[in-house]
């Protein structure tokens, strides 16, 4: 299947400021690229794209005072099947761990594990190892945090949130990213597009999505608390330890969000014909959050 992809988005500086922005597909998915995910400025800013050390492709812009639009459209080819589900997949053992992987066992930001590690091995540890024990952590979060994005908080960590038992996607991930850790399986975060392929639609105008992925019998599988299905036509554009590392923009100095469209769906072989994706197709929405603040620092 194709899915259309993109963003429309829009900031104001008072002062001029260094800015990044994690909104380009991730690298290993560039090759399902139909059409090319260019992004445009207004007005025009030269940027820079580089690999951070999470290999996501990382955009840098010195942001002029004033307003700057930012825009995508693009169109991406998708299996249209569903996340991989494989109750097989077993833990593999910390010391044959890749070096590579070890980080995902730690504590981070969000990911505040010191606080949880008990609470993990109480319910958990009488589990079946593997993939059966991060199944009955997704299935625990699910069912402990209510989403609400009236009540997305961007300071959110995951112990408070299973404290407060109310998130968003963010929250759903953070939570089940660090039990998964507390319970010496490695986990990442992962956030990208998530539209309403294959399920009911929802009318309400969301946000990119986050999801999550654990290490079992040597690879990197996709789990998602907030719906705790296995979803078609999932983008993966950045991973990291939680959202720290995979924020949609850092401004290194004041910037107000403004504007903030986020598009995503399935279209068919005639559309992809008939149009050059630069803005000619009617919105649609994401299957995600609300909007959350730009991560300032300054």
Same mark, same amino acid.
């Given at each position: 299947?194709?899915?259309?992809?993109?963003?429309?988005?829009?900031?104001?500086?008072?002062?001029?400021?260094?800015?990044?922005?994690?909104?380009?597909?991730?690298?290993?998915?560039?090759?399902?690229?139909?059409?090319? $995910? *260019?992004?445009?400025?207004?007005?025009?800013?030269?940027?820079? !794209?580089? @690999?951070?050390?999470?290999? #996501?492709?990382?955009? &840098?812009?010195?942001?002029?005072?004033?307003?700057?639009?930012?825009?995508?459209?693009?169109?991406?080819?998708?299996?249209?099947?569903?996340?991989?589900?494989?109750?097989?997949?077993?833990?593999?053992?910390?010391?044959?761990?890749?070096?590579?992987?070890?980080?995902?066992?730690?504590?981070?930001?969000?990911?505040?594990?010191?606080?949880?590690?008990?609470?993990?091995?109480?319910?958990?540890?009488?589990?079946?190892?593997?993939?059966?024990?991060?199944?009955?952590?997704?299935?625990?979060?699910?069912?402990?945090?209510?989403?609400?994005?009236?009540?997305?908080?961007?300071?959110?960590?995951?112990?408070?949130?299973?404290?407060? $038992? *109310?998130?968003?996607?963010?929250?759903?991930?953070?939570?089940? !990213?660090? @039990?998964?850790?507390?319970? #010496?399986?490695?986990? &990442?975060?992962?956030?990208?597009?998530?539209?309403?392929?294959?399920?009911?639609?929802?009318?309400?105008?969301?946000?990119?999505?986050?999801?999550?992925?654990?290490?079992?019998?040597?690879?990197?599988?996709?789990?998602?608390?907030?719906?705790?299905?296995?979803?078609?036509?999932?983008?993966?554009?950045?991973?990291?330890?939680?959202?720290?590392?995979?924020?949609?923009?850092?401004?290194?100095?004041?910037?107000?969000?403004?504007?903030?469209?986020?598009?995503?769906?399935?279209?068919?072989?005639?559309?992809?014909?008939?149009?050059?994706?630069?803005?000619?197709?009617?919105?649609?929405?994401?299957?995600?959050?609300?909007?959350?603040? *730009?991560?300032?620092?300054?």
């Amino acid at each position: 299947m194709k899915i259309r992809c993109g963003y429309d988005l829009s900031y104001y500086c008072p002062q001029a400021v260094a800015m990044q922005f994690l909104l380009s597909v991730h690298p290993t998915r560039e090759r399902d690229l139909v059409t090319d $995910q *260019v992004m445009r400025t207004d007005p025009y800013l030269p940027s820079r !794209v580089v @690999l951070d050390h999470f290999g #996501n492709r990382l955009t &840098r812009i010195m942001v002029p005072p004033g307003e700057i639009k930012l825009s995508a459209d693009f169109v991406i080819e998708d299996s249209g099947l569903p996340d991989v589900v494989d109750w097989d997949a077993q833990e593999v053992p910390i010391d044959r761990l890749p070096d590579d992987v070890l980080i995902y066992l730690m504590g981070s930001r969000y990911a505040d594990t010191d606080l949880l590690g008990d609470i993990a091995w109480q319910l958990f540890g009488g589990t079946p190892r593997g993939w059966g024990r991060v199944q009955a952590i997704v299935d625990y979060v699910h069912n402990r945090l209510r989403f609400d994005y009236q009540l997305a908080r961007n300071t959110r960590t995951a112990s408070e949130g299973h404290q407060e $038992q *109310v998130g968003v996607c963010r929250d759903f991930a953070h939570l089940a !990213v660090s @039990l998964c850790r507390c319970m #010496n399986i490695p986990a &990442r975060y992962c956030t990208g597009y998530l539209g309403d392929i294959g399920v009911p639609k929802v009318p309400d105008p969301m946000d990119w999505s986050a999801w999550f992925e654990v290490y079992l019998s040597g690879k990197w599988y996709t789990f998602d608390a907030r719906h705790n299905r296995p979803r078609i036509g999932r983008i993966v554009m950045a991973r990291g330890r939680d959202a720290t590392d995979v924020a949609i923009s850092t401004a290194f100095g004041p910037a107000i969000l403004g504007r903030f469209d986020v598009i995503t769906d399935e279209v068919d072989e005639q559309t992809v014909h008939r149009h050059s994706y630069s803005g000619q197709f009617p919105s649609s929405r994401m299957d995600g959050e609300q909007p959350m603040p *730009v991560l300032s620092r300054g």
